[in-house]
């Protein structure tokens, strides 16, 4: 069996493949770190919001440019390159090295003692399981939780990190750094839906740090937090070190074991944002999607791989209710 279809944010699943169909996901600025060929499933709305990083295609030519990028995986490369150090400050050093010099420089704490904040979330364990990793190395004390809920009153020195705002929202003391779990590339969001969230919450004033990865990142969180844009610096991407590091032949090997794939096969992922809506106006996960992408593995030697960000048990019952019935459907 080449087709496989599984909910993890894992890197281990983006560093061995060969070839990614994407959308307007930011998984796609995370691939480019690896410049190997990408097509983008385009409707309207990424034809005109997202760069030219690979092909861009509707679905009937998408088999066609699977094919072009195999045969010419470098036409786009220098397009990748310049899209990733616009987006990854710098993408090939210690990125959770220089995030933690940023927040300690910023804090002005010494010996401090660090709680990450994952609210349960794999996505976001996977940003910020690095940086906790890079603490430890330095022989800092560390937790790593999904919530607040332990007595931190006799602490001293306590730096808050959480990857999404929530993490914060009920934190009163300390110094509190919010990690874009996101790389925030050109054309990965709604930005009129984020204007909106930003100015309800007030610009998160109980926020000292925001650490974008890049340039664009750090140009769009200041446009967002407004009054408050200062607090926006760039540092660099914490999960970047991990994907290069899981790059190997090794990791490659051990996944098509786990996955049932041929390696001496195209891996073709499929990383989609999610379905077409206001939030994701370049979303592209469909049936006919899926069920194109089936059609290719079994006239093809490709290995496909669908690739969702959550496992099942973390899905929004009725939206994973709906995934799983356009997945039966294929």
């Known amino acids: 069996m080449a087709y496989k279809q599984i909910g993890s944010p894992d890197p281990k699943y983006l560093a061995m ?7 307007m996901s930011d998984t796609n600025y995370e691939y480019i770190i690896f410049n190997r060929p990408i097509v983008l499933l385009a409707n309207k709305w990424l034809r005109e919001n997202f760069p030219d990083i690979g092909i861009k295609t509707d679905l009937p030519g998408l088999e066609r440019a699977i094919e072009k990028s195999i045969a010419e995986p470098d036409e ?7 899209w990733l150090n616009a987006t ?8 959770s090295g220089s995030v933690l010099d940023k927040i300690l420089e910023y804090s002005g704490l010494d010996n401090p003692y660090f709680v990450f904040i994952h609210g349960g979330d794999k996505v976001k364990q996977t940003n910020l399981k690095p940086l906790e990793e890079e603490a430890k190395k330095r022989k800092y004390s560390t937790e790593f939780v999904s919530e607040i809920k332990g007595d931190f009153k006799k602490a001293e020195n306590l730096i808050f990190i959480a990857a999404h705002f929530k993490g914060l929202a ?3 003391k300390g110094y509190k750094v919010h990690l874009d779990h996101g790389l925030k590339g050109k054309g990965t969001a709604n930005v009129e839906y984020s204007m909106k969230d930003y100015m309800e919450h007030d610009y998160f004033p109980m926020i000292d740090l925001h650490i974008t990865a890049g340039k664009i990142g750090q140009e769009r969180t200041r446009m967002l937090l407004g009054p408050m844009k200062e607090r926006a610096i760039i540092a660099g991407y914490p999960k970047a070190d991990d994907l290069l590091r899981l790059n190997t032949a090794e990791n490659r090997k051990q996944v098509c074991a786990e996955l049932g794939f041929d390696c001496s096969r195209p891996v073709i992922t499929y990383a989609p944002a999610g379905e077409e809506s206001y939030i994701k106006p370049g979303g592209s996960l469909t049936k006919e999607v899926l069920t194109e992408l089936k059609h290719l593995e079994r006239k093809t030697k490709y290995n496909i791989l669908i690739k969702l960000k959550y ?5 929004n019952k009725k ?3 709906k995934l799983k019935k356009l997945i039966s459907a294929v």
């Open 311 to 315: 496992p099942e048990a973390t899905f």
């Open 319 to 321: 939206i994973f209710r």
């Open 170 to 172: 009920h934190v009163e």
């Open 76 to 82: 786009f490369a220098q397009a990748r390159k310049k």
């Open 17 to 23: 493949t060969d070839i990614l169909i994407g959308d």
């Open 88 to 95: 990854i400050s710098n993408p090939r050093g210690n990125n």
